[in-house]
């Protein structure tokens, strides 16, 4: 799996007839915040909510449900990366975008750790977040480029080292054939539209796969899904 294959910016047309995209913004800067969330407006998504520090972000998500948050990380109260954990950790199906203005490596593997299904600095112009939201709706883990790179090293260095098991472990779950087999092309850095087209299946059908085999897996979303595949050798399959 590459770098570009995972910042590859080819969209989807899932959402064509389908109700707005709900999002939610979090930044502490209120000409920014509202910025964002006027050029997500304008262009046809559902702003449910905005918050300036990370507690009013937990409790006006939870009460918004958005689809998306696209969440800043330095924010007072409570920081980005806590703020991403306890909601995701609350509700697996939501899928967070950060947009940051710190490109640190740490800080994208600690978002991407706590739960972010991407990362996206604060340079990016108009057009690239909004792709970026629809995309991270939908499933698809975005990165900045260059970042990319970054965390798919993470995830190999981690796949390399030994995992202690315990001796009563749990068997593995059973994951179908077609599930298998839209799991290692997910590995391999393809977009949900990719591997429809790959296996002449619907971008729907792919989506209910990759949800279906999170469920069995435990796993939250499509970056720990990545991982997972990762460490098992799919992507070299």
């Known amino acids: 799996m590459s770098e570009e294959q995972l910042d590859s910016t080819d969209s989807t047309d899932s959402t064509e007839g389908a109700a ?20 997500l407006a304008e262009a046809g998504l559902d702003v449910v909510a905005t918050a300036g520090d990370g507690e009013q972000a937990v409790r006006r998500a939870k009460a918004a449900s958005p689809d ?8 007072p109260a409570k920081p980005g990366v806590q703020v991403c954990k306890e909601l995701v950790g609350a509700d697996p199906k939501l899928r967070v975008l950060v947009l940051s203005a710190s490109g640190e490596h740490a800080d994208v593997l600690e978002a991407v750790k706590s739960g972010a299904t991407g990362y996206l600095l604060k340079s990016a112009s108009t057009e690239e977040l909004l792709d970026a939201v629809r995309r991270t709706a939908v499933g698809d883990a975005v990165f900045t480029p260059g970042l990319a790179g970054l965390v798919l090293g993470e995830y190999r260095r981690l796949a390399s080292e030994p995992v202690p098991t315990e001796p009563d472990e749990p068997k593995a779950p059973q994951l ?46 499509r970056v720990e899904l990545v991982r997972y595949a990762i460490e098992r050798g799919l992507d070299e399959e």
Do not use: C, F
């Open 20 to 39: 707005p995209i709900r999002v939610m913004v979090v930044d502490d800067h209120p000409m920014w915040r509202d910025a964002v969330a006027r050029d």
């Open 176 to 221: 179908t054939e077609r599930e298998t087999e839209v799991l290692r092309l997910v590995a391999k850095g393809l977009s949900y539209k990719q591997i429809a087209e790959r296996l002449v299946i619907s971008h729907r059908t792919v989506q209910n796969h990759v949800q279906n085999t999170l469920g069995k897996l435990q796993l939250h979303n």
């Open 68 to 75: 998306v948050l696209v969440l800043d990380l330095n924010l």
